[in-house]
């Protein structure tokens, strides 16, 4: 090839380089989402679950990149807000961003008008529900509601007392709303399996202030635990983000008290305390992030607001399933194949555990008798329900 053809074909390259499309020139490049996680990525409950979940689109999407910043919130990251965050991400590259805890819904959404071609998912929010979402953000979250049934139901199957603690975050229609079903799992169990007395059985709900346990902010989830344990609740479900109460519940086994306990979250949070472990309700946020993130890449984003069931055919399918039941190995062989009949109950709707007649704490009607709550109902749930001992707001 002569000199001057060489000269010509280099000078044609550089052209070609210089007027194509950016999205011709990245097209090797990996698609980057960011992962704002309000806990440590490694806390063994709901940030981890998130975490992982991340991991799992980069395992099962070709060419893509997670970012991912933890321990997103006001006690860790002290004058640090969300769009700050964003900004940084942004920046990096990231396309796609997901912020994971409720408390980040005033942030992400001004995120989201700050960057108009950035994607957006916020779990556990409802601004697509409420028309406050701009284009580019969605909600998604799981619907936990049956996990914490399931775990309410293994409680009240174990139970020795009758009387079971729940021990809660801060106080808003999200956690109303898991204690609740936690509660509906323990009374079908207690009156409908057991056939004991309703008024045999206690359900107790204290509230730490925070997802987790912030010195000198929140209550103590340790001291909280230890004092349910006190008190003879032999049974502690835990709504938080980590495993205070199975530590405890560990511990009080040492010692030889008959104590079981029920983490939440992740599906390892049962590691290391399977004497006193009766399961754990968990998230698996792989499959819902591949769904959104395949679309965004395709062109096919649309703001939406999405609450994920479980697969029913296998609620612990890895690849399918929103949520799962890890049941543990304290859990009992007539317990286990009980929960197992009642999770089949449930996903054939045999068991509608929200049909009415239900009533809130002062009284009113939550459901009327006769009727099934809807999504929206259960999801803006105002108060804890009548039988449940424990505030229904923050004091």
């Known amino acids: 090839m ?26 090797d490049s990996p698609y980057i ?54 900004d940084d991400m942004v920046e990096k590259g990231a396309k796609l961003i997901i912020a994971n805890s409720d408390d980040m819904k005033d942030g992400i959404r001004e995120a989201a008008m700050m960057h108009p071609k950035t994607r957006f ?13 701009p ?18 139901f293994a409680a009240a199957m174990t139970t020795q007392t009758g009387k079971i603690g729940y021990l809660g975050p801060l106080v808003n229609e999200e956690t109303r709303r898991l204690a609740a079903s936690s509660y ?17 059985l206690k359900f107790s709900v204290t509230w730490i202030g925070f997802w987790f346990n912030i010195p000198g ?19 502690v479900i835990s709504g938080i983000d980590t495993t205070e109460n199975t530590v405890v519940a560990r511990k009080k086994r040492e010692a030889g008290k008959a ?39 395709a062109g096919d984003w649309k703001s939406q607001w999405i609450w994920m069931a479980p697969d029913w055919e296998n609620i612990n399918d890895p690849d399918s399933s929103a949520i799962g039941y890890n049941m543990g190995q304290a859990l009992s062989d007539d317990a286990r194949e009980k929960l197992q009949e009642f999770v089949v109950d449930l996903g054939t709707d045999k068991i509608q555990l929200f049909k009415g007649p239900l009533f809130y704490q002062d009284g009113s009607v939550f459901v009327k008798e006769g009727e099934t709550a809807s999504e929206k109902q ?13 505030s229904s707001s923050a004091r």
Request: glycine residues 12%.
């Open 135 to 152: 284009a580019n953000l969605s909600n998604l979250f799981a619907k936990m509601i049956y996990g914490k049934m399931m775990g309410g």
């Open 184 to 200: 509906l799992g323990a009374k079908y169990a207690w009156e409908k399996v057991l056939g004991k007395d309703p008024a045999d």
């Open 378 to 390: 259960i999801w803006y749930m105002e108060q804890l329900l009548k039988g449940m001992e424990g």
């Open 217 to 235: 902010v929140t209550a103590d989830p340790t001291q909280v635990a230890q004092n349910f344990y006190d008190t003879g609740h032999d049974v």
């Open 2 to 27: 002569n000199r001057k053809l060489v000269f010509c074909l280099a000078g044609l390259s550089l052209l070609i380089a210089l007027i194509a499309p950016p999205a011709v020139l990245a097209a």
């Open 33 to 86: 989402f960011g992962l704002l996680l309000v806990g440590p990525y490694n806390d063994h409950g709901y940030s981890q679950a998130h975490y992982e979940g991340g991991r799992y689109v980069e395992e099962h999407l070709p060419e893509t990149k997670m970012l991912y910043i933890d321990k997103v919130n006001p006690a860790d990251r002290p004058g640090v807000t969300i769009p700050q965050l964003v």
């Open 121 to 133: 998912i916020h779990c556990s929010g409802d601004d697509v529900l409420t028309g406050k979402a």
């Open 259 to 297: 104590v079981w306990a029920i983490p939440y979250d992740y599906k390892g949070a049962c590691r290391g305390a399977e004497k006193v472990c009766l399961g754990v309700p968990y998230y698996n946020w792989g499959p819902g992030y591949v769904r959104m993130i395949r679309d965004a890449k």
